[in-house]
């Protein structure tokens, strides 16, 4: 079973820099696109940035010019460079990855597949 399992969260001050890591357990060239979302307490979760399997990239407006989504084929991973973090980027971060599957996610079918969150938290 395909596995996606991120790394690098932690806490980090205001105008700092982190960057996290997505592995998974297969070639990510079999994934359609891959992502990062956050979840930020009381909210719901949303799309930060995506990565195609030939590279073209989006972001949202709230992160473009200060967070890079980029791949390493090789190593089976993705990463998201955070700089210039703020307060409100305080989140649990999720890696998902598009491999025109659908699974059971909680009481819904969902495409894709998620890994288990890395904690960002970013004090003033």
């Known amino acids: 079973q395909v596995q996606l399992v991120e790394s690098g969260g932690g806490l980090v001050q205001s105008g700092g820099s982190l960057r996290l890591s997505c592995v998974a357990s297969?070639?990510?060239?079999?994934?359609?696109?891959m992502g990062w979302y956050r979840q930020a307490p009381g909210k719901e979760r949303e799309l930060v940035a995506t990565?195609?399997?030939?590279?073209?990239?989006n972001y949202a407006d709230f992160v473009k010019g200060r967070f890079a989504i980029s791949r390493d084929n090789a190593k089976n991973t993705i990463y998201l460079q955070m700089n210039t973090l703020r307060p409100e980027d305080t989140a649990v971060y999720y890696c998902?990855?598009?491999?025109?599957?659908?699974?059971?996610?909680?009481?819904?079918?969902?495409?894709?597949?998620w890994g288990q969150g890395t904690l960002v938290t970013v004090s003033s």
């Open positions: 998902k990855a598009d491999d025109g599957t659908y699974r059971r996610r909680g009481g819904n079918l969902e495409r894709g597949l």
């Open positions: 297969r070639s990510i060239l079999s994934f359609y696109v």
């Open positions: 990565i195609t399997s030939g590279g073209s990239t």
